[in-house]
Structures are given as structure tokens and as C-alpha cells.
């Protein structure tokens, strides 16, 4: 006879119910275990208590604050630190360790494998302020010798790479006393036994290139002004404007940039006493051989200062490289002191004749007649450049209207130009029947000369 076999059903259902109970029981002795232990992921005042007694977690606490040194380091490798003996600092622990406990339901101890609890340290620091503030004034960071004020990034000028440069900010060691006083006592509280107080952000800040794009615009700027390079032909005479010039002509101010209009100036002004002849008298040799000088007259170079500041200025901005002339108000004929050149009108006032010279051969010789002397007309000496020509015009002022058909005047309203109305020149005929101060001229000689002036051509009149 078969024995009796149970059913697969039956043995599986007995498994089950045997592991349920095994688990049950388990869990059980676990949640025993939690009745006295924090859960998995307990973080009190940041740091992982799980699975440790509030006994273990109040003696490991003690054990802290009874070794506690707070250290504080700074820049320069400078260092100190604070004893709390030394502000009569005491640490106060409360009940907070076994509130937290009982918060933490035994039975629900498997939640903290998949959550964190974060609780805050359970004492209190208490210590003297007055004690800690005279702590923090000696400091070796408050010493005298240790404190550097911090600098600015700032423009200078290398002498080595010609061109301005950005000098790093220097951070110093000055420290914020009410960030670091805020600091330390953060630390203190929490028991962090090392600040750095510049990762607190303790140090007074300078400026650095990085955060300060004015500083790099205006360094750039400054730069530009030294690339210019303007090779002047100032009346024949080389006249180099370089950097070791510019440099003496940029005012850094700051984070500012500009050109010393008033060195420029002053250059510009100098460079035109220097070459200018506008004004100046000459040394010249007469047709009769004599040599004479000849006073001071509209005529010769002339530098226009107002304008040519204004165009060196201009050429600095745009970091300009050219050769070029200054900018006149009167040209002469040729560049140099003889400026006068080797083609004039010669009018000897004294001899009362006149000589027109083209590139050193005379094309024309003529008597004249000048200024009336008896009446105080006299035609001024000097030198001249030719106003402007023209044909047909008429000739005015006080008592007389007369038409001439050769007009060229060279000192206001004093000219050369034909006078139709004479009969004779030359002689004394100027000391009682002179003209109003013009050179008047025979017709013929007139209209050679026109044909060969032009606007500035030299005139030069002596006694």
C-alpha cells in the first residue's frame, strides 16, 4: 500500500507562512535595535550619526568641543587661532539628541535607507563678545606689519616694450574686520575647527584686469596712440613725432586716457619758432649788389597752430603712420630760411625801379612810381606774397575811383598795376606826386609781370 504524500500545495503554503514569520521576526529585532539607534542617513549638524546612540553622539560631541581649537589662516601664509578658554567660550547641550530620537518611530526605521534626516548641532555657544572683539584685534591679521593695502590693476609705461602695460592688482592684506568678526563667530558656533579668509571672502578686493574692461579698453587706447608715427617735412626740416614723444603726451588717469592738448600745443608752437619765416627778417642780395635785410612782411612759412593740433590729434587717434607737412596759413616759395627762392618781383623803392626775376633771369627791368612821401604815402618795405590778380578793376578810396587793367596787390590794399595816366616814371618823381602807397607801372610792363605772378608770388619792396 502507497504511503500517504502531502500536497505541493499544502508544503508551499507552510513555506510561505514560515518565511512571513521569519521576516516578521526580523524586522521586529531591528525596529528593537532602532529604539535606541538613529536611523540610516541621520545627519546632525552635517555630519552621518546612523546608527550611533544620542549617548555615543553626546560623548563624541564632548570629546569635540574639549579638544576644540578654531585655526584661521589668511594670505601671505599668515595664521592664528582661537582657544575658546580664551573668550570663556562654553558649549551648552540640551535635550535635542533624545528629541530627535523619539521623532524616529522604531518600526519605520527601513525609510531611512532611502532619505536623509538633517538636524542642527544640539548645544549652544555661549562666550564673552567683549572677550572674543579684543580676541580678534590680536590677531597677527590685525598687525601693523602685516597689513598691506590692497592696489588696484593700473596702466604704466614699459620703457623696455614701449607700450603701456596693465600692472596686476596687488590683493594686500587688509582685512574687513566686521566680515571676519561675522565669520568667526559662524565657526564657532558650529565647531568648524579651520576657516581660510579668503575663501570667506575676509580681504578688502582690488580690482583685477579681468573685471575691470575699462582698465584693457584704456590700455588699448593708450597703445594706439603709441603705434602713430608722423615723419613731418616742416619747411624742408625732418620733424619726428614717436612714441618716446606720444608717451610724454598721455595723461592716465585712472581707468582715463587722453592726450595733453596742451603739450601738443606747446610742441606744435615750438616746432613753428623754430621753422617758421612768417614775420622774420632775411638777409637779402640786391640787383645792385648790396646786401641788406629786409624787414618782416606778409610772406614766408607760416605753421596754422590752431589746425595742425587739431589734425596731430586726429592723426594720434587713428594710430597713424605717414610723412606729411604741418598744416600753413602761409606758404612760402621755397622751404628754408632763403625762402624767398630764386623767382620774385624785386622793387627798389629807393632807386624807385623794379626787376622781375623767373628761376634766376631777370625777364623784366622797369621804372615806377611809389607811395606819395610828401603826404605820408610811402610804400611799406618788406616782404610779400602776391594777395591775388585780376583785369579790370577798380581802384577806390578817400576822393579817388580809378580803373586800372592790371590789378596785383601784395600788402593789403597797396598793389602793382599799370597807370595809364602817367606819362613818366622812375626819378623823385614819388617824393611830391607819388601814388596813395601802389607801384604804378607802364602799361606794357604791367601786363608782362601779370602774366608771370601768381598767388604768393614773392614781392619784395626796400629803400
Known amino acids: 500500500m502507497k504511503g500517504k504524500k502531502l500536497p505541493w500545495k499544502k508544503l508551499g503554503i507552510a513555506a510561505l507562512v514560515s518565511t512571513l514569520v521569519l521576516i516578521g521576526m526580523t524586522y521586529a529585532a531591528i525596529s528593537l535595535y532602532f529604539e535606541n539607534h538613529y536611523y540610516y542617513h541621520t545627519m546632525i549638524g552635517g555630519e552621518d550619526m546612523g546608527y550611533k546612540t544620542p549617548m555615543e553622539v553626546e560623548e ?44 524616529q518611530k522604531p518600526e519605520w526605521w527601513i525609510l531611512g535607507f532611502f532619505q536623509e534626516y538633517r538636524y542642527d548641532f544640539p548645544w549652544k555657544a555661549v562666550y564673552d563678545k567683549e572677550a572674543l572683539e579684543q580676541r580678534i584685534e590680536e590677531l597677527v591679521f ?95 626740416n625732418e620733424v619726428l613725432v614717436d612714441a618716446h614723444m606720444i608717451h610724454d603726451w598721455v595723461i592716465i588717469d585712472g581707468n582715463s586716457v587722453k592726450l595733453d592738448e596742451e603739450k601738443i600745443g606747446e610742441f606744435i608752437a615750438e616746432q613753428a619758432k623754430k621753422y617758421d619765416t612768417y614775420g622774420k627778417n632775411r638777409i637779402f642780395h640786391t640787383t645792385d649788389g648790396r ?54 618781383v624785386e622793387i627798389d623803392l629807393g632807386n624807385q625801379h623794379l626787376y622781375l626775376y623767373v628761376e634766376e633771369k631777370m625777364i623784366l627791368e622797369s621804372d615806377f612810381v611809389s607811395g606819395n612821401a610828401s603826404r605820408g604815402w610811402n610804400t611799406p618795405a618788406g616782404v610779400f606774397g602776391l594777395t591775388y590778380k585780376t583785369k579790370n578793376a577798380v581802384l577806390r578810396g578817400p576822393g579817388y575811383e580809378t580803373p586800372v587793367n592790371y590789378w596785383m596787390p601784395f600788402n593789403g590794399n597797396i598793389g602793382m598795376h599799370d597807370a595809364t595816366w602817367r606819362s613818366s616814371f622812375g626819378g623823385d618823381i614819388y617824393l611830391t606826386n607819388g601814388s596813395h602807397g601802389c607801384i604804378n607801372l607802364p602799361f606794357e610792363n604791367a601786363k608782362i609781370i601779370y602774366e608771370y605772378v601768381y598767388t604768393g608770388f614773392p614781392v619784395v619792396c626796400y629803400y
Do not use: H
Open 60 to 103: 563624541l560631541l564632548y570629546s569635540r568641543i574639549n579638544n576644540y581649537i578654531l585655526e584661521i589662516y589668511g594670505r601671505e601664509e599668515m595664521e592664528d587661532a582661537i582657544v575658546p578658554a580664551e573668550i570663556n567660550m562654553r558649549f551648552l547641550i540640551d535635550d535635542t539628541l533624545i528629541k530627535i530620537k523619539k521623532e
Open 142 to 236: 590685525f598687525q601693523m606689519k602685516n597689513i598691506k593695502m590692497p592696489k588696484d590693476a593700473y596702466l604704466t609705461y614699459s620703457e623696455k616694450e614701449k607700450e603701456y602695460v596693465i600692472v596686476e592688482a596687488d590683493p594686500g592684506t587688509q582685512i574687513v574686520k566686521e566680515k571676519m568678526k561675522e565669520t568667526i563667530e559662524e565657526a564657532l558656533v558650529l565647531l568648524e575647527r579651520k576657516i581660510d579668509l579668503e575663501e570667506k571672502g575676509c580681504y578688502r578686493v582690488a580690482k583685477t584686469e579681468e573685471e575691470n574692461k575699462i582698465l584693457t579698453s584704456a590700455r588699448d587706447k593708450a597703445n594706439k596712440y603709441m603705434q602713430s608715427e608722423i615723419v613731418y617735412n616742416w619747411n624742408g
Open 291 to 344: 646786401e641788406i635785410e629786409l624787414k618782416s612782411g606778409a610772406y614766408g612759412w607760416k605753421t596754422n597752430k590752431d589746425e595742425e593740433k587739431n589734425e596731430l590729434i586726429e592723426d594720434l587717434k587713428k594710430g597713424e603712420v605717414i610723412e606729411r607737412e604741418p598744416v600753413y596759413s602761409y606758404t612760402a616759395a621755397q622751404p628754408g630760411d632763403k625762402d624767398i627762392g630764386n623767382t620774385y
